[in-house]
């Protein structure tokens, strides 16, 4: 069975600074991972994805990620974050057969100006 | 860009009452999938949907749910006699095969009184 830890339930940082949301996943075979952003009132967008490629995955908006297996972790950064960053991000794997997928616990992140 | 839309953005009902929450999946995907996320809880996989039938479901998906494509475009959720524990946002999310990206629709948030 897989399943993800989101380390921060929130995250409080001010515009223009770098954002870091954690996230550790546990899985019995090579897994594809997601990181999926929801602003209010809207639906649940890919920021980007990991489907064992390159580590170091880059999404939408300057955000990236990078898959460490020995840490089993897949950490989402951004270098400075804006304002329009507020939001609640999801760390999310996806099963061997390809159909379902498992969802952390989300992290609002907070974007102070 | 194409998306998902689901109807109602939210729903009141009476606790033993069904409630059929509607889906359109974009067009040419043919994978569908219903999720959802109870408050302060993970967002949770239900169900997925191919070729007409269920090609997996989850332990919550009991007989008092049910999923169904009644034409080309809609793709439905039934919940035959609700209970106070089915109030949650639910997500509806399509793909265009096994394995590739689910795209979220915004939601529907049930409350059962």
């Keep these: 069975a897989q399943s993800v830890t989101q380390l921060d339930s929130h995250v409080s940082v001010s515009e223009g600074t770098p954002v870091l949301l954690r996230c550790n996943y546990s899985s019995s075979y090579s897994p594809s991972l997601f990181w999926y952003v929801q602003h209010p009132n809207k639906g649940l967008q890919l920021l980007l994805k990991y489907t064992s490629a390159a580590t170091l995955v880059k999404g939408i908006n300057g955000f990236e990620a990078e898959f460490k297996k020995s840490e089993t972790s897949f950490h989402l950064t951004k270098p400075s974050a804006h304002m329009s960053d507020a939001a609640e991000y999801f760390c999310v794997v ?5 159909n379902k997928l498992t969802f952390g616990g989300g992290t609002r992140v907070l974007v102070k100006p | ?5 689901q109807t109602p953005s939210h729903q009141v009902t009476q606790m033993g009452q069904e409630v059929i929450l509607r889906c359109v999946p974009i067009s040419n995907h043919l994978y569908f999938y ?3 996320q109870i ?3 993970k967002v949770e996989f239900l169900v997925s949907f191919y070729n007409n039938e269920i090609s997996e479901k989850s332990e919550i998906f009991d007989d008092q749910f049910s999923v169904e494509r009644p034409d080309g475009s809609n793709f439905t959720l039934k919940i035959r006699s609700t209970k106070l524990e089915d109030s949650a946002m639910y997500f509806c999310a399509s793909s265009t095969g096994v394995g590739e990206t689910q795209y979220f629709g915004p939601g529907t948030r049930l409350l059962v009184l």
């Design chain 1, 94 to 98: 996806r099963d061997a057969a390809g």
């Design chain 2, 1 to 5: 860009e194409p998306e998902v839309t």
């Design chain 2, 34 to 36: 219903w999720y959802r």
């Design chain 2, 39 to 41: 408050l302060g809880q």
